[in-house]
Structures are given as structure tokens and as C-alpha cells.
């Protein structure tokens, strides 16, 4: 059971452009949203993270969008640049009580930011 | 610090062996995690700790057991390998609050092959 859907699986774009990677999920106990950046041969590193008590969080060119009522969240990458090229993971967690922060990911999205 | 180290970096072994994945870190954190990363289902937890003596099973925890000893090391048993277990394992740790969300921190990951 994936309760986390992420998509897309694999992005393009041209640098200088926008990368958006969106995040459904099904948990309406989750409190808290992070994005992690991953690139290859190394563990993901946390990049951005949200809880719902705010619709949006910018981080120099990275932002959150959420949507609580529609169980979304996405990540935009403005200005995307080469070194932006890595594997994105959405994750959500029930941030307290007995979930202890147990993180539930997203499949994955690679994006390829082009010169 | 040298936060989350894990070895080995890479392991093969034969379907029926056993060994043991090493996770250890220095930042004194009473949460550790083990993940397993498989292509395009994201990392799913396979097991985790809240602290020296606990430990709890995640979402995929069949043919894998873990112990804490410590609260600096967090070792991760294959108890007789399969090929269903090729992945590439993560060990993750961060501080715990029963409120609020902490960033967990990932190790470089070992890359395991079962033939």
C-alpha cells in the first residue's frame, strides 16, 4: 500500500527552468512534509520541509506548495540549474505520538536539468 | 563529526547466507532507522529504534532483524539472504521529540546483491 504517490517518475527541463514534482498522499494523519535530494552513490539529504499549518515555504529557489484539503504537496525548483540533477523524494510523517517521526517516501522522481 | 557511517560499502552474497549491515553515528541521536531503496518504490523502513534496548519493526521487516546495544550503533542481521533482498540499504538516525519533527540524517548507504 503506497501511501505516499509521487510523480513524475523522470523530468527533463532546460536550465533557467521551472521543475515541479508533485506529492499526493492519503494519511490524513500526517503532520509533517519534507523533500529530500539524493544524488547518485550518496544517501538523500533533507532539502525542504512543511507541516500544514502554512500552504507555502520557500527556501532560495526551492518552495513548497500543500494543499490540505486535497492531500497534495509539490516541490517547484526555480531558475533549475545542472547541478540540480539528482533524485527528489516527497516523504510525510505523523510527526508525534507513537509514530516516533516514521517516515513514509514517495517512489522517486529523477530529474535531469540540461545545460 | 562524521555523522552516519555504514559498512560495507558493497556486499554479494550467495541466497542462504547471513551478515550483518554496520550503522553507527556520533551526533548522539535516540532514533535510528534502516531503509531499503528499490527502484522506483522509494526507501520503505524496514526496521527502527527509539532509543538503547527498543526497537520496533517498519513496513517491511521480514528477514531482517536489528538490535540496540548502544545508542551510537544500530547493526542491521540478514538471517539467511535472498535475492528479494538486492537493494541498497540506508541507515538513518535523528533526535526524538514526541512533538516535533527532527531532520534525520542518512548514511552513504551499502549496496547489496544476493545471487
Known amino acids: 500500500q503506497q501511501q505516499v504517490k509521487q510523480s513524475p517518475q523522470s523530468l527533463i527541463v532546460q536550465k533557467g527552468g521551472i521543475s515541479i514534482i508533485n506529492c499526493a498522499y492519503e494519511?490524513?494523519?500526517?503532520?509533517?512534509f519534507p523533500w529530500y535530494q539524493q544524488f547518485p552513490g550518496k544517501g538523500p539529504a533533507l532539502l525542504i520541509a512543511?507541516?500544514?499549518?502554512?500552504s507555502e515555504k520557500k527556501e532560495g529557489r526551492f518552495t513548497i506548495s500543500f494543499n490540505k484539503s486535497a492531500k497534495q504537496f509539490s516541490l517547484h525548483i526555480m531558475d533549475s540549474q545542472p547541478g540540480d540533477s539528482a533524485t527528489y523524494f516527497c516523504?510525510?510523517?505523523?510527526?508525534?505520538?507513537?509514530?516516533?517521526?516514521?517516515?513514509?517516501f514517495g517512489q522517486g522522481t529523477i530529474l535531469t536539468v540540461h545545460p | 563529526n562524521a555523522g552516519v557511517t555504514q559498512t560495507p560499502k558493497f556486499q554479494v552474497l550467495k541466497t542462504g547466507q547471513s551478515m550483518t549491515l554496520q550503522c553507527a553515528q556520533d551526533?548522539?541521536?535516540?532514533?535510528m532507522s534502516w531503509y531499503r531503496q528499490d527502484p522506483g518504490m522509494g526507501l520503505r523502513l524496514i526496521h527502527y529504534?527509539?532509543?538503547?534496548?527498543?526497537?520496533d519493526q517498519g513496513e517491511v521487516p521480514n528477514g531482517y532483524n536489528v538490535s540496540r546495544s548502544t545508542t551510537e550503533d544500530f547493526p542491521l542481521r540478514l538471517l539467511s539472504a535472498a535475492p528479494s533482498q538486492t537493494s541498497v540499504y540506508f541507515c538513518?538516525?535523528?533526535?526524538?521529540?514526541?512533538?516535533?519533527?527532527?531532520?534525520?540524517?542518512f548514511g552513504p548507504g551499502t549496496r547489496l546483491t544476493v545471487t
Open positions: 494519511n490524513t494523519a500526517f503532520d509533517y
Open positions: 529504534s527509539v532509543g538503547a534496548g527498543i526497537t
Open positions: 538513518a538516525s535523528s533526535r526524538l521529540d514526541i512533538a516535533l519533527p527532527y531532520e534525520q540524517y
Open positions: 551526533m548522539n541521536h535516540e532514533y
Open positions: 512543511i507541516r500544514p499549518d502554512v
Open positions: 516523504a510525510a510523517s505523523n510527526a508525534g505520538g507513537t509514530s516516533y517521526g516514521k517516515l513514509t
